[in-house]
């Protein structure tokens, strides 16, 4: 009798253990099922967009912008301008004072006068007393030279004759000798007296050139006097006040079209093969908060030095405001992101999820039989995320990797591992 009652509380004992033992093993299941535990972390395969990008500092300015520069310089007059004033094209900003050009302009004037009534006087043919006597001089000349000629002609005609010694034929010849050497004189002296009135009408003509070139001078000093604006725009910058001594070639006021602006970014060399003109940007505006901007690359542009020893290339975006932003002013620091390649509606997984064994990369996927390790292809990543264009398809559970250095979770091993056997 006692031994059937010892035998059945040890089949009771056996019974309860087998149940115990039932029951871990039920509550392990549960723990190993796709939904992970604590300490086994997953993630479900999911459709989504990814892309690739290139990030450059920069800052922004507008599209149309012109510094205004005196070019001679002087008193400021009359200042018209102010910094945020919007003026038209051609519209006067600053004027200069020119009353001691307009005395030096008066002055000019007169000399300019003189000069072409001198210079019409000669070109009349008004000449001078000594070109005159010149001319009546080879007249004169001419008629002494005729005379002697005739007497000469005569006298050799009467000693054929007899009727004059030789003496007095010799007598005529010498006569027509000096006749003929008073008009050659007579003749130099007209030359001389007409080269002088031709250089007189040079020099008055030289005299009247430079009188109109100094007057040209002075008129177009009091024209730049008055500085107008190049562009329609906004006032940016002033530089000179009323009253104030400017120098030559001085900046006077800075004139911008706000209406269109342009992101100037520093690109590093290895990332410039992936732009292209037209490519989209987004800009990130410092002082105006995490407001994204959106724009299109229009100019790429040569290496500049950024800083010993660093260079850059200098990327142009175009920006497309529908309205320019409050507080927008030139020289804020941009941040601008390149989009150079995009994948939409492609399967996605946390970058963390990979693992590397040898050449493949591959994950471990969470299944109803258990863990198994896949190799996976992947396509692009932005840092966070990455496609997986080959292994996975949406909807798949991948366990998270622990953190390096975390203790990897074991499995127990069999009933005994359960009860501690």
Request: zero cysteines; proline letters at 5%; charged letters at 20%.
């Amino acid at each position: 009798m006692r031994a059937r009652v010892g035998l059945s509380r040890v089949g009771w004992m056996v019974i309860l253990l087998i149940a115990l033992a039932a029951a871990l093993a039920l509550w392990w299941g549960l723990d190993s099922s796709p939904t992970g535990t604590a300490s086994q972390q997953t993630v479900t395969v999911a459709l989504g967009d990814v892309s690739a990008e290139v990030q450059a500092p920069g800052q922004i300015t507008p599209r149309y912008q012109t510094t205004v520069y005196t070019k001679n310089g002087g008193i400021v007059s009359q200042l018209l301008a102010k910094a945020g004033q919007e003026v038209e094209k051609g519209q006067v900003l600053v004027r200069f004072d020119t009353s001691a050009l307009q005395t030096q302009v008066a002055s000019l004037r007169t000399q300019v006068t003189a000069a072409e009534a001198n210079l019409r006087d000669l070109q009349n043919g008004s000449r001078s007393a000594e070109v005159r006597l010149a001319q009546d001089g080879i007249r004169q000349a001419e008629l002494e030279t005729a005379q002697a000629r005739r007497s000469l002609s005569l006298a050799q005609a009467d000693y054929r004759l007899g009727a004059i010694p030789a003496q007095q034929v010799e007598v005529a010849r010498a006569a027509l000798q000096r006749a003929q050497g008073n008009l050659e004189s007579a003749r130099l002296k007209a030359l001389q007296a007409t080269q002088s009135q031709v250089l007189s009408l040079s020099g008055a003509r030289a005299q009247l050139e430079a009188a109109r070139a100094q007057l040209k001078s002075l008129n177009e000093q009091i024209a730049t006097s008055v500085v107008r604006s190049p562009i329609k725009g906004s006032i940016i910058e002033v530089q000179v006040a009323e009253g104030q001594a400017v120098a030559p070639a001085s900046m006077v006021v800075q004139v911008a079209d706000l209406s269109s602006w342009i992101v100037q970014s520093r690109v590093a060399e290895s990332d410039l093969p992936k732009l292209e003109l037209g490519m989209p940007v987004t800009v990130v505006v410092s002082a105006l908060g995490d407001t994204e901007y959106e724009g299109k690359i229009i100019q790429i542009g040569q290496v500049q030095k950024f800083r010993d020893p660093l260079y850059f290339y200098q990327v142009d975006a175009l920006m497309q405001f529908e309205e320019v932003p409050t507080g927008l002013t030139p020289g804020l620091s941009t941040t601008a992101t390149f989009v150079t390649d995009e994948a939409i509606g492609v399967p996605l997984l946390p970058v963390g999820t990979l693992k590397s064994k040898g050449s493949k990369t591959v994950v471990e996927v969470r299944t109803a039989q258990g863990v198994r390790e896949v190799e996976v292809q992947t396509g692009l990543d932005d840092g966070t995320s990455v496609e997986i264009r080959k292994g996975l398809k949406a909807g798949d559970v991948v366990v998270i990797p622990p953190p390096p250095g975390s203790a990897q979770p074991s499995a127990p091993g069999g009933l005994g591992g359960i009860i501690k056997f």
